[in-house]
């Protein structure tokens, strides 16, 4: 079962007042990100199937990358996270 509903994600993002990345960014996005996740598995971290989810939702938004950053540390309940997003934290009633 997975612990993220990133269709309840997905529906937060979508009400950010953000600028979607053009095509050519979220394609120069989407090539970064294959190349981070490449090198963490090489480093014996591959992420979690749900962690994929989470970021291949925010490249299908076009999140660009300084707010997928900040999206995650409020889902993370980082203390570091902007208060003001409204990103629900993960395990948060």
Same mark, same amino acid.
């Given at each position: 079962m997975s612990a993220l509903d990133i269709e309840a994600i997905? $529906?937060?993002v979508r009400a950010l007042d953000y600028e979607r990345g053009s095509s050519a960014e979220a394609a120069m996005w989407c090539e970064d +990100? $294959?190349?981070a996740r490449a090198n963490?598995?090489?480093d014996g971290m591959a992420l979690t199937p749900?962690?994929?989810a989470l970021f +291949?939702?925010?490249r299908d938004e076009a999140v660009p990358p300084p707010l997928a950053t900040a999206i995650v540390l409020?889902?993370?309940g980082h203390?570091?996270?902007d208060p003001a997003l409204a990103v629900?934290?993960?395990g948060a009633d």
């Open positions: 997905r $529906a937060e +990100d $294959a190349d963490l598995a090489i749900d962690d994929d +291949d939702m925010l409020k889902l993370l203390p570091d996270a629900t934290p993960i």
